[in-house]
């Protein structure tokens, strides 16, 4: 039941998306931003992206600095990457980044973690608040993102509230000046179905009002039994010149989301009689009737002003409506007429979330003492509030599952009751930050610098209150001195708190979670810029961290009790054009995670992990990409059981048959490598096989 109570949320399908549209969408991406101009202009080009070099990003402070000029671990995953590697998913291009672990307990709902502990920030454009319940229900399409940008460690300047683990930036695809466009279709193992359709169009002349439109539809089976998904993304977005110093943008994205044969919770990692149980790889504990449909919506728009050629202003809106209806089947294991067996236990929900953010800022330079300076002031502000009903069958609840028959794909569709409302609860978070970049010498520059800010909530959740109001100033502090003309080394200091809603056994709430990250290293450019590399070296503390004592029936909710963490490692990052026709991404992560009593703990997370992907354009054949994407992980274990490390290699070919048209082919976990998903709960489901798509690509 403990498992069922933590999995309290979501939702049912309701309808599948009308097949006209599929018509429109056998066609895939993508017109590609390659170059961000200090005007906000992009530059699209219509062949497919080749480029894995990334000169810059804004997620960590909103400079305009390079990643070598960031005292921070950034790790970029370019479209070329995405697009090389099939990478259609926020899961498969969080499983390359550098120091980021994917745990997939569950079919549609996603942990993710990085230097040990967990990620719960996602933006977009920049903008964004931490996730509903520190998790993600659901897939997010990467079709309409041009490249994802993640800044490990704590991210208070920026972040308003979360761990110190790392935050995703998801930056959107924009229009640009010149008419240009992408399509693909693919079909692959499963009966697995992408098209993808990509079109920039300026609608005037000379380009000063622009569109762009994104469309991508994906269906097919799984090698699960029982799971089908189904996935339909649209995203529009129009830009125009205000002025000769000033850009408005607005877009709107949908996706709708209807998988079929969903897991909540998954496969038991133990027997009746405790021993580790083994399963054959498709099983399943859904049933074909579990489905989990996702609606969501997002509607955003910006203005940046230049002022002059150091002065810019920037304000954002960011509007998110996200519906689910989700009908779930969980299995656990029960006492039926006094032998151990599993037992049934469905839920119905329905979620409703709202959120709106604004941010405002400004960025420019100023001279003092003969040297420029930057400078960034803003301020933000979120409102959220999400709404979950429950309903249940009492009647199918603890059923006893025999021999195998809880993973038949048998057990009939309950009788659901009345839903009720479960969790209704209201986000309010506001912060003013400002960082200054101080040039105190050519080579050596100063960072300092801080966020204020109040988080507001108030509310129950499954009976227990869900409130809390909380200010805190949040200080950063970096260095970077410019060592030759290829290294810099820098040093930095952040930090990051989330209030939090758990209740100790006196009834009162734990005080919020605060972390902290002591970071150096070097970073260094080479090949005129087009390959960076870094190494960094951290240290990270989180206090009051709620732990579970279990349930207290006179309190009737689960107590926790504050515990401290702590984890430091090693984290090594490449990317870009060692030379001409060779493009490469990826890294090494080490990470040590230890209690307060210096034990090792969250020992589900890798202790190792390496990332790299890499292709080649030989010189001799320019029409031909063939390309490698390798993963590794060491051992893991929980109270259950223990995972051996493993490697999961995928390979890729590309071959332009024609100035418009290409062919490729993608064969991914080539060496069968069979594994647990996640061990960081006490379900999980086993890793995908071997698979092959093939690809026909379209641009102009």
Known sequence: MKSVVRRNALLRRVSSIALVFAGTTLLAPCAQAEDVRPDDEIIV??????????????????????????????????????????????????????????????????????RGFDIVNFQFDGIGQPLAYGLQTGQIDTALFDRVEVVRGATGLLSQTGNPSAAINFVRKR??????????????????????????????????????????????????????????????????????????????????????????GALP??????????????TNSAQPWSSWYTLDRNLFGDITHQFNKDWNLKVSVLRRARDQDAKLFYVYYGQVD?????????????DKQRETTLDAHITGKFNVGGRQHDVVLGASYGDARLIEQESIDVNAIGVALPGNSAFEGSFPYPDWGDYAVKADFHTKIASAYGMARISLADPLKLMVGGNVTNAKRTGTSYGAPYSFDRTKFLPFAGLTFDLSGNLTAYASFATIFSPQVYLTSDGSIIDPLEGETYEAGIKGEWNDGKLTA?????????????????????LGAT????????????????????????????????????????????TFIPRHTLRLSATYTPPALKDLRLGVSARYQSSIHNSYIEQEGYVVVNLMARYQVHNNVSLAVNVDNVTNAKYWNSLQWDQAYYSEPTTVRGTIGFNF
């Open 269 to 282: 990692f133990l027997d009746a009689e405790g021993q580790p149980a083994t399963y054959d790889r498709s």
């Open 45 to 114: 080009t219509g062949s497919i992206p080749s480029d894995y070099v990334v000169t810059d990003q804004g997620s960590s402070t909103r400079l305009d600095l390079s990643l070598r000029e960031t005292p921070q671990a950034v790790t970029v995953i370019s479209r070329a990457q995405i697009e090389d590697f099939n990478l259609d998913t926020v899961d498969e291009v969080l499983r390359n980044a550098t120091g980021v672990n994917v745990d997939s307990a569950e079919t549609d709902r996603t942990y993710y973690n990085a």
């Open 559 to 602: 107590i926790y009790r504050p515990v401290d963490a702590k984890s430091q490692g090693v984290e090594v990052d490449i990317s870009g054009e060692p030379f001409a026709g060779f493009q490469l991404s990826g890294g090494y992560a080490y990470v040590d995670v230890e209690d307060a009593q210096g034990e090792d703990a969250r």
């Open 175 to 264: 229009p640009s000046r010149e008419l240009s466009g992408n399509a693909s279709f693919s079909y692959g193992s499963y009966d697995q179905f992408r098209g993808d359709l990509d079109i920039n169009a300026p609608l005037t002349e000379d380009g000063s009002i622009r569109t762009r439109f994104v469309a991508a539809y994906e269906d097919g089976d799984s090698y699960l039994d029982y799971y089908h998904s189904k996935r339909t993304t649209l995203y529009g977005t129009a830009a125009a010149d205000l002025g000769p110093d000033t850009v408005a943008t607005v877009g709107y994205s949908w996706q709708e989301s209807d998988p079929r044969g969903v897991s909540w």
């Open 338 to 350: 006094d032998e151990t067996m599993l037992v049934s236990y469905p839920g119905a929900y329905l």
């Open 534 to 554: 870094a190494i960094a070296v951290f240290k990270t503390k989180q206090d009051n961290v709620a732990e579970s004592t279990g349930f207290d029936p006179d």
